[in-house]
């Protein structure tokens, strides 16, 4: 896919004034020197063989924890408001772990760049588990010593990344850390996130915290028919993907039926979930196209979706894809807020994209520039249409560390050699940096 000329003759439309322009990444991908604190789940998983496609670890990734400084230079440069990280919890449960970050947000506030950590981004401590629901406790106490330690800085927070990817691929499949394959006996793992999310809220609320977020991941659903088999497996995915994650938040209640699979005083624990929040962050990638079940498993976006699921996925056959086979519909980001602004009214905060990005190779990117492109314009036909979008972060500033991939793909506006570590800017850096001097 290369830079539609209309496009580059015609700049990104101007966003309103105080609109927040950042970048994002996550401690496990890209900080290094885990010999400098406790394991985590993801260690655990990536030592057992097979499960990370090239069979790489995160140990070293970008070195960030050592090389810090320059990352946060190449952040000054840019140009962005802010910079979403994220806090590793085996990490500042270890000897001088706090330290770290001190250092990382006092280097952030000298460059004006506006430090946003996030306090879950997948690394659990390894002899902690989302199946308990004093997991979502100790979560609350962690929370409370970083924002004492933080809060004289940090203004605006983040709570958890992901908990649907983190129940779905970690707990439900298998595919990600802890390497479960539950299926829909992971559903605690969904409800004790939350509600550590509702703990971290009042944990935070009592430190002075008054800018608290979540990072949740969204996108349409498609069936792919009008068929009612394949709208009634789409309406379920939909459920499980989007609802069962932004229903108890927004709306203080889970889907239909879906409380009755959840464990404890689920009634109670709503009221804690449903802690009022400032603003509510999308991870928005791409809608998915959804029918019936097919009666065998399916291989998809580098998962296999098993055959006993109440759904099938589907190819998006007539759009390009990214380096990783993910479909390219900037249209819809717009789609899902609107809906969103649609299904849940005024009980929806103002919005913030915390991730947008996309996986491609090579310095001259300019498939990710036009990635790029599109879904701003998408981000801002939203905002005409109504939607409160306060946001932006790209993922992400660094290529680095992809998870069960490995170092196969890369999201980075800045190229990074891992046997170097060398860094250096894409051609999406420096077209990024242009639009956010265009946007001031």
Same mark, same amino acid.
């Given at each position: 896919?290369?830079?539609?000329?209309?496009?580059?003759?015609?700049?990104?439309?101007?966003?309103?004034?105080?609109?927040? *322009?950042?970048v994002s990444?996550?401690a496990?991908?890209?900080?290094?020197a885990?010999?400098?604190?406790?394991?985590?789940v993801? +260690?655990?998983?990536? #030592?057992?063989p097979?499960? &990370?496609?090239?069979?790489?670890?995160? =140990?070293?990734?970008?070195d960030?924890?050592?090389?810090?400084?320059?990352? &946060?230079?190449?952040?000054a440069?840019?140009?962005?408001? =802010?910079y979403?990280?994220?806090?590793s919890? $085996?990490?500042v449960r270890?000897?001088?772990?706090?330290?770290?970050?001190?250092?990382?947000?006092?280097?952030?506030?000298?460059?004006?760049?506006r430090?946003?950590?996030?306090?879950?981004?997948?690394?659990?401590? &390894?002899?902690l588990?989302?199946?308990?629901?004093?997991?979502?406790?100790?979560?609350?106490?962690?929370?409370?010593? &970083?924002?004492?330690?933080?809060? +004289?800085?940090?203004k605006? *927070?983040?709570?958890?990344n992901?908990?649907?990817?983190?129940?779905?691929?970690?707990?439900?499949?298998?595919?990600h850390?802890?390497?479960?394959?539950?299926m829909?006996d #992971?559903?605690?793992?969904?409800?004790?996130?939350?509600? %550590?999310?509702?703990?971290?809220?009042r =944990?935070?609320?009592?430190?002075? %915290?008054?800018?608290?977020g979540?990072?949740?991941?969204?996108g349409?659903? *498609? $069936?792919a028919?009008?068929?009612?088999a +394949?709208?009634?497996a789409?309406?379920?995915?939909?459920?499980?993907?989007?609802?069962l994650?932004? +229903?108890p938040?927004?709306?203080?209640?889970?889907?239909?039926?879906?409380?009755?699979?959840m464990?404890?005083?689920?009634? %109670?624990?709503?009221?804690?979930i449903?802690?009022?929040?400032? *603003?509510?962050?999308v991870?928005y990638?791409?809608?998915?196209?959804?029918?019936a079940?097919q009666?065998?498993?399916?291989?998809?976006?580098?998962l296999t979706?098993p055959a006993e699921?109440?759904?099938?996925?589907?190819q998006?056959?007539e759009?390009?894809?990214?380096?990783?086979g993910?479909?390219?519909v900037?249209e819809?980001?717009?789609?899902?807020?609107?809906?969103?602004r649609?299904?849940?009214?005024?009980?929806?905060?103002?919005?913030?994209?915390?991730?947008?990005g996309?996986?491609?190779?090579?310095?001259?990117d300019?498939?990710?520039?036009a990635?790029?492109?599109g879904?701003?314009?998408?981000?801002?036909? =939203?905002?005409?249409?109504?939607?409160?979008v306060?946001?932006?972060?790209v993922?992400?500033?660094?290529?680095?560390?992809?998870w069960?991939?490995?170092?196969?793909?890369r999201?980075?506006?800045?190229?990074?050699?891992?046997?170097?570590?060398?860094?250096?800017p894409?051609?999406?850096y420096?077209?990024?940096?242009?639009?956010?001097r265009?946007?001031?």
């Amino acid at each position: 896919m290369a830079t539609d000329p209309l496009q580059a003759a015609n700049p990104i439309p101007q966003f309103p004034a105080g609109f927040l *322009w950042g970048v994002s990444t996550s401690a496990h991908q890209i900080e290094g020197a885990a010999e400098e604190r406790e394991p985590s789940v993801w +260690d655990a998983f990536t #030592a057992e063989p097979g499960r &990370v496609k090239d069979g790489s670890t995160a =140990a070293v990734a970008c070195d960030h924890y050592h090389r810090y400084r320059e990352d &946060v230079a190449l952040l000054a440069d840019l140009g962005v408001d =802010a910079y979403r990280f994220s806090t590793s919890w $085996p990490r500042v449960r270890s000897e001088g772990g706090l330290d770290f970050y001190d250092r990382l947000v006092d280097e952030l506030c000298a460059a004006g760049v506006r430090p946003v950590p996030t306090l879950f981004h997948w690394d659990l401590p &390894v002899d902690l588990d989302w199946l308990e629901r004093d997991t979502a406790t100790r979560f609350a106490e962690y929370v409370s010593m &970083v924002a004492e330690r933080l809060g +004289d800085r940090v203004k605006k *927070w983040i709570t958890l990344n992901e908990p649907a990817e983190h129940t779905l691929l970690g707990h439900a499949l298998g595919a990600h850390a802890p390497g479960r394959q539950l299926m829909f006996d #992971a559903l605690p793992v969904a409800h004790h996130q939350l509600l %550590a999310h509702g703990l971290a809220v009042r =944990a935070l609320r009592a430190a002075g %915290a008054t800018d608290i977020g979540i990072a949740n991941s969204h996108g349409p659903t *498609w $069936p792919a028919s009008e068929e009612t088999a +394949d709208v009634e497996a789409a309406d379920f995915y939909d459920l499980l993907l989007n609802r069962l994650f932004a +229903d108890p938040l927004l709306l203080g209640q889970y889907p239909e039926g879906i409380g009755d699979l959840m464990p404890g005083d689920v009634e %109670a624990d709503l009221k804690v979930i449903a802690e009022p929040i400032d *603003w509510y962050g999308v991870n928005y990638y791409a809608p998915t196209r959804v029918g019936a079940p097919q009666g065998a498993d399916i291989e998809f976006g580098g998962l296999t979706i098993p055959a006993e699921l109440p759904f099938s996925v589907r190819q998006i056959e007539e759009v390009p894809v990214t380096d990783f086979g993910w479909p390219v519909v900037p249209e819809g980001l717009t789609e899902l807020l609107t809906g969103f602004r649609e299904r849940y009214g005024d009980k929806l905060p103002p919005v913030v994209i915390t991730e947008n990005g996309c996986s491609y190779e090579g310095l001259d990117d300019q498939d990710r520039i036009a990635y790029l492109d599109g879904h701003l314009r998408a981000l801002h036909r =939203a905002l005409e249409a109504g939607v409160d979008v306060r946001g932006y972060f790209v993922w992400s500033l660094l290529d680095n560390f992809e998870w069960a991939e490995g170092y196969e793909r890369r999201f980075g506006l800045v190229h990074v050699d891992y046997e170097t570590q060398k860094r250096t800017p894409k051609a999406s850096y420096g077209w990024f940096r242009d639009v956010l001097r265009a946007q001031r």
